[in-house]
């Protein structure tokens, strides 16, 4: 189990609201998570699920009209709701680094990619000199595949792949702790995909990162992540162990999730058809947000009651899952008290 | 030069099997022109730059098949799909639909044959107008096509297809706009919308990618069932081989510009020949944390289709290529060795130097 010296990131009761035409929605509604130094977590949904948000609020960074209503986040025992936009700013950069998935919106089209490294080192590192920054610059390039001498092309010059890895370079840049990499190889082809992926997993031993990797894509977590996070609808269903997760997962939305993943290395027939589309966010449903889905749906509980988000019935604190088929049943708990 | 590389092997067995193919490709290229400054162009006499998106493909699809092309980013299987449909003119071979060649027929004749053919494209909003109901979007084909009918007999038309592609209650959905439902939805409407013709014909690019993981396959479950309903054939464009899996009959893989193998699912999926085509199946993401990838990723990246290798266009990041081999031939579509119409241009790997590697000489 983790002990608290374990865990580098720590989000509770987060909520984020949105202002809307329809009102206030809440994107991301009373989450709460812990990153462990060293892992890769991978954070799965469904676009609108809030894994963009809630990785932006990590940040601090505002997504559109977001606002974080309530909740702490704590970063290294440190907990920056308490901080100044200046010194959130002194943090992102230096400790807190983040990849995107259009590498061209997140870099300056007129500025040569050893300009990006140098001046974000510079900022942070005010003693280092120009040549040492550049210096720097150089070998991390070279250190993630990409020429040295390339380091003089601007970004349109590069292919989104090696786009991809600048972003990750400047993250490197100052040896950042926690990197929140926010669907990275979306707009990757395939091999290209694979290769920054087994690079993410070399860096994360090298320069002993700690990566949140948010994506739809269940293979990509598959691949490299160590746990699993499973958000739907704005809250978080499920978290575990990957190995866990994917053998036997608890939340009914988890196991239709990778049921509807077409696998490439299986021989069966056809994929498994999930009910409906996921709700919107403006009117969820009550009680459980999957229950209109829910093959297991319990009448009696289900669309009335908010599960919980606990470990199951028994099990280890390294397991959490939102769901009655896993936790005692509310009108129980009333006849027991 | 031959007039047709796949004739050569394969299409014999093919043609003897299933009848004349609905759609035959042969020797299709399509080259896009450069924009080249004034002066440039006063200094540069010679050959003009293009971009060649398609450079030299033939295939053809049966009737009733679902034939996929899949390929990465730029291999130019997008530009395959409007070349088939006559939405754009190739630089150099020809498409035939139904027997037709397209380059001979009328801008009326065309016109017609366009009933017979749809297209389905990624993003559904997109492709529908914000500001026509769904109904009205779905009617809109048959207004061009069959401008005869009354409107009572479009409506009813436009309903039944709200029902063929699951929008139930239809007249629940006929009056609405494509901002008032989900983007699963919506991409139903376009399929409704290319059926309400009556199409032989569904080129489909990318149908699925837009949606989400939830909502896809009950997609493709319904592309599936369509096309047993309305005795519909597909060429299935995709970047996704996991979901290809799941549908196509055969598939041809592309790489820059031309296709590097085909054949049928099972064949090429189970025992691919050429370098690439193994390099991108296993690249595929695979949800299940145990699997390990088990071939070396390609060097490098996808040269420009502006000015592409020579030889094996493929050389320059192949594991296996020979110097003085690949980097010269220029490989065709061959045979690959003890397969059904698999083919791959590898010259290591099919065609008679392969061949030679399996058999001993008698």
Redesign the interface.
């Known amino acids: 189990m983790a002990t608290s010296s374990d865990i580098l990131y720590s989000v509770r009761n987060l909520t984020v609201e949105y202002e809307t035409r329809h009102g206030v929605v809440k994107g991301v509604d009373d989450v709460s998570l812990d990153i462990r130094r060293g892992e890769i977590l991978g954070l799965v949904g469904e676009s609108g699920s809030g894994k963009s948000t809630l990785g932006k609020a990590m940040m601090r960074l505002r997504n559109g009209s977001a606002r974080i209503t309530s909740g702490e986040l704590w970063f290294d025992g440190q907990n920056l709701m308490e901080l100044s936009e200046r010194q959130m700013r002194d943090l992102r950069g230096s400790r807190l680094g983040m990849v995107f998935q259009d590498p061209m919106t997140s870099l300056n089209p007129v500025q040569r990619i050893v300009e990006h490294l140098t001046e974000t080192m510079l900022t942070h590192e005010p003693e280092w000199t120009e040549e040492e920054a550049r210096a720097r610059a150089e070998e991390l390039v070279e250190r993630l595949g990409i020429r040295r001498e390339r380091v003089k092309d601007y970004p349109h010059q590069m292919s989104g792949g090696m786009r991809q890895r600048v972003m990750i370079a400047l993250a490197l840049a100052l040896n950042c702790d926690l990197v929140i990499a926010d669907e990275p190889t979306t707009s990757l082809d395939v091999i290209v995909e694979a290769k920054f992926l087994d690079l993410l997993k070399e860096l994360r031993d090298e320069f002993n990162l700690t990566i949140l990797l948010i994506t739809h894509n269940i293979g990509v977590v598959a691949e490299v992540a160590d746990r699993v996070a499973v958000m739907y609808a704005a809250k978080l269903v499920e978290i575990g162990d990957v190995n866990q997760v994917f053998e036997k997962p608890l939340h009914p939305y988890t196991e239709g999730l990778l049921k509807s993943v077409p696998n490439i290395e299986l021989d069966s027939g056809a994929l498994y058809k999930m009910e409906g589309s996921p709700p919107d966010l403006s009117s969820p449903p009550p009680g459980c947000r999957f229950h209109p889905r829910c093959p297991y749906m319990m009448e009696e509980v289900c669309p009335i009651y908010d599960p919980p988000f606990a470990p199951p019935e028994g099990a280890s604190e390294d397991t959490r899952v939102a769901c009655w088929l896993h936790h005692p049943h509310p009108q129980k708990v009333a006849i027991g008290a | 030069m031959p007039e047709s590389r796949l004739e050569q092997v394969a299409t014999p067995t093919h043609r003897i099997e299933a009848g004349p193919p609905l759609v035959e490709v042969r020797g299709v290229k399509k080259y896009f022109p450069l924009q080249s400054g004034f002066l440039a162009s006063l200094f540069n006499r010679g050959e003009q730059p293009a971009v060649r998106a398609v450079d030299g493909v033939d295939f053809e699809i049966r009737r009733g098949e679902v034939f996929g092309l899949a390929g ?2 730029g291999s130019g299987k997008s530009t395959v799909g409007r070349l088939v449909l006559n939405l754009l003119e190739p630089t150099e071979g020809k498409v035939f639909f139904d027997g037709m060649d397209l380059s001979q027929l009328s801008p009326d004749e065309m016109r017609r044959l366009r009933s017979r053919m749809q297209i389905i494209f990624q993003d559904p909003l997109a492709s529908l107008n914000p500001r026509m109901t769904i109904g009205q979007a779905i009617a809109h084909p048959l207004e061009i096509h069959e401008p005869n009918l009354s409107e009572g007999q479009r409506r009813k038309r436009v309903l039944e297809m709200l029902e063929a592609v699951g929008m139930n209650p239809p007249t629940n959905y006929a009056d609405k706009y494509p901002h008032q439902i ?4 919506r991409q139903r409407i376009v399929i409704a919308r290319a059926l309400v013709t009556r199409p032989e014909l569904i080129v489909a690019d990318e149908p699925i990618a837009m949606a ?7 997609l ?2 319904l592309m599936m069932r369509l096309k047993d309903e309305f005795d519909l054939t597909y060429l299935f464009i995709t ?5 290809a ?2 549908v196509c009959d055969r598939i041809a893989i592309m790489y820059l510009g031309r296709i590097v193998e085909v054949g049928p699912l099972k064949s090429v ?1 189970g025992s691919p020949a050429h370098p690439y085509t193994q ?13 390990r ?1 088990t071939q070396p ?2 060097r490098g ?2 040269p420009s289709p502006i000015d592409p290798p020579s030889g094996c266009r493929f050389h320059p990041r192949c594991p296996i290529a020979q110097m003085g081999l690949c980097d010269v031939e220029d490989p065709q579509l061959m045979q690959v060795p003890e397969s059904d119409n698999h083919l791959a241009a590898c010259l290591l790997r099919a065609g008679p130097r392969a061949m030679g590697q399996q058999t001993p000489p008698s």
């Open positions: 990465e980013s989900s983007g699963g939805q989400d993981v939830s909502v896809r396959s009950a493709l479950d970047h996704d081989l996991a979901t899996k799941y999926y390099a991108l199946l296993d690249a595929v993401p695979v949800p299940d944390p145990k699997h990838r990723m390609p990246e996808i």
